[in-house]
T-cell receptor, first 113, second 114 residues
């Protein structure tokens, strides 16, 4: 049972345009969400997070939006740069539960120069 | 550099064998998590330890076991290895129990079972 889903395995975007990566979750107990970026031969690195008490969090070119009623979050990257090409994972956890961070299957972003 | 160290980086072994993967968390981090990433799959949560005690368990096979030692390093033991155990195994650490806050990942140990 995949509690965190990233339905788009890959995405290609032109440099300078917006990249939108989507993530859906099923467990209503999840109240903390994170995005990680992974380059080949490296471990995932933290990008941005959001708590369920907010619906938006911004950090430079990266913005995460949370729609609790739809159990959906998205990561916007504006403007996209070739160095953003990587696999992006969303993760979710319930802070009042067993503290498991559940990850999605990832979306491979390719930013074309 | 995340500060999380995993050894070995690569490991090739045969079916039926047993291996141990080692993880040193970031200085001061009390929680250690183990994840498995098979080909084209996401990060599957295996197990979490906090300050030496098991805190949460995922879909970890009975052939796998882990522990966290008093110096906070952790080991993941994989036994009776099968071809399907070939994967990248990541260790991550966090400062607290993990109730919010980010995980810091190591570079992973790539296990190949022949």
């Amino acid at each position: 049972d995949q509690q965190v889903k990233q339905n788009s395995p890959s995405l290609s975007v032109q440099e300078g345009r917006i990249s939108i990566l989507n993530c859906d979750y099923t467990n209503s107990m999840f109240d903390y969400f994170l995005w990680y970026k992974k380059y080949p031969a490296e471990g995932p690195t933290f990008l941005i997070s959001i708590s369920s008490i907010k619906d938006k969090n911004e950090d430079g070119r990266f913005t995460v939006f949370l729609n609790k009623s739809a159990k959906h979050l998205s990561l916007h990257i504006v403007p996209s740069q070739p160095g953003d090409s990587a696999v992006y994972f969303c993760a979710a956890m319930g802070t009042s539960g067993t503290y498991k961070y559940i990850f999605g299957t990832g979306t491979r972003l390719k930013v074309l120069a | 550099d995340s500060g999380v160290t995993q050894t070995p980086k690569h490991l090739i072994t045969a079916t039926g064998q047993r291996v141990t993967l080692r993880c040193s968390p970031r200085s001061g981090d009390l929680s250690v998590y183990w994840y498995q990433q098979s080909l084209d799959q996401g990060l599957q949560f295996l197990i979490q330890y906090y300050n030496g005690e098991e805190r949460a368990k995922g879909n970890i096979l009975e052939r796998f076991s882990a522990q966290q030692f008093p110096d906070l390093h952790s080991e993941l033991n994989l036994s009776s290895l099968e071809l399907g155990d070939s994967a990248l195994y990541f260790c991550a650490s966090s400062a607290g129990t993990g109730a919010g806050g980010e995980l810091f990942f190591g570079e992973g140990s790539r296990l190949t079972v022949l």
